[in-house]
């Protein structure tokens, strides 16, 4: 696609039930990362999928939350026993990393409501 | 682990005047900084991208610079506009991670 694609773009949500994002990253981009954004604050890094393995999970919140990421493309973060304190834009990314100097491209996130 | 600080956290100048935001990190190992754009409501937009071998980049009329070694980025903005009004993040890339800052939200006052 033209651009990276995050659906749905809103989700509202009763606490303890479980949520699927998904991003579809811009085609033939390598690297795709996911961000979390909440209220007034910076970008909270999550995971980051070189291809389809994730070096480094140490970013995800806790073990409610999880991600994979299938073909080398589309990307599913999974959110399991929503809490109120999950509520926050999910932002995903991809970038092209043929090498370290390639810059990222950001989808418009899902703005995730829990009640 | 890395810290990415943006200071001031926001900032309102009259159109027309030149303005500079500012960004540190404290591990100065990173691969590149860049510098991203948001507005209310949408994702980010890549801006400028610096490369740990480089001082400097420009686009129109914005200049990004980078010290390295005392952890320090400025994003200069000539001749702003209301339309500059945004949020605008800093990052650094090291180690597959790349760390954002809180960013400065900018007004331009027409």
């Known amino acids: 696609g033209a651009g990276v694609s995050q659906s749905p773009s809103n989700k509202v949500t009763e606490k303890g039930k479980d949520v699927e994002l998904r991003c579809d990253p811009i085609s033939g981009h390598t690297a795709l990362y996911w961000y979390r954004q909440s209220l007034g604050q910076g970008l909270e890094f999550l995971i980051y999928f070189q291809g389809n393995s994730a070096p480094d999970k140490s970013g995800l919140p806790s073990d409610r939350f999880s991600a994979e990421r299938t073909g080398g493309s589309v990307s599913t973060l999974t959110i399991q026993r929503t809490q109120q304190e999950d509520s926050a834009v999910y932002l995903c990314a991809s970038s092209p990393r043929t090498g370290v100097n390639e810059k990222l491209f950001f989808g418009s996130g899902t703005q995730l409501s829990v009640l | 682990k890395q810290e990415v600080t943006q200071i001031p956290a926001a900032l309102s100048v009259p159109e027309g005047e030149n303005l500079v935001l500012n960004c540190s990190f404290t591990d100065s190992a990173i691969y590149n900084l860049q510098w991203f754009r948001q507005d209310p409501g949408k994702g980010l937009t890549s801006l400028l991208l610096?490369?740990?071998?480089?001082r400097e980049q420009t686009s129109g009329r914005l200049n990004a610079s980078l010290d390295k070694s005392s952890g320090r980025s400025t994003l200069y903005i000539a001749a702003s506009q209301p339309g500059d009004s945004a949020t605008y993040l800093c990052?650094?890339?090291?180690?597959?991670?790349?760390?954002f800052g809180k960013g400065t939200r900018l007004h331009i006052l027409p």
């Open positions: 610096i490369q740990s071998s480089q």
């Open positions: 990052a650094v890339d090291r180690d597959d991670k790349i760390i």
